[in-house]
């Protein structure tokens, strides 16, 4: 029974995956336990993926998600080699084709990380570019964008004026309140931010000659920091 839920699910995927290319689609693998989500797969946004699955019951709904149960094993490939495998007794797989502005928001967030010159133009024209997605989109978390482009809106962020960076950071807050970015992201921030406007930074992020810059309630650090998902201070800050 499981080959042939192996069989009909490739080809099913495989078509799917041509698809993928006319048609730039979100794929997501969520596992489950005890009928609760406890990790989460994004794949990038346009390789060409064929899902394979192997379960003792599959369900698939419009071939847009397809729900596994019993022995699961996804695997995942992108031109013929083997990218990802997933292992549970309960997996969910999802997938959504972007619309005009999701891939527009997407195709800006590649370009944001791409290598060449970085200049002020530049430096404006992505600050546009976010504030549009932050504003279409909220804050493009690993749920939108996946972990890669994420982390470059994260770093755009990371370079911008004081002022410009506040305005952007509720949209960050709401995004980590909701587990969509890493603690350690927003800790940067918040830190950048106080720090520009001469106030005690809060987790230790931001260093001065190879030393964190003043901290508030230093006592409280290491609880801060674990708060966030940080690691204890290597050494103490000597303030």
Known sequence: MMSIYKLAL?????????AIAAEPSRISVHTLAGGKEVARLMLPIGPQYSVQVDANQVEQDNRSTTHARGNVRVT???????TATVAGEEIIIKRKVLDTRELAAIRALEAMGA???RDAARDR???ARL??????HGWPGARFAGPELAQNAFTV??????SEMEALLPALREAQAQN???GAQLAQAE???????GLPQRYGTQLAAGKPVVIEDEGALDIRRKMMGLPPMPTSSGQ
């Open 10 to 18: 490739t080809l099913l995927w495989a078509c799917g995956g041509l």
């Open 76 to 82: 995942i490939r992108a031109g013929g080699v083997t």
């Open 115 to 117: 290598p060449g010159k």
């Open 125 to 127: 024209k992505e600050l």
């Open 131 to 136: 504030k549009t997605i932050v504003a279409s």
């Open 157 to 162: 962020l990371m370079r911008l004026p004081p």
């Open 180 to 182: 969509d970015v890493p």
């Open 191 to 197: 830190d950048r931010l106080r720090v520009a406007k």
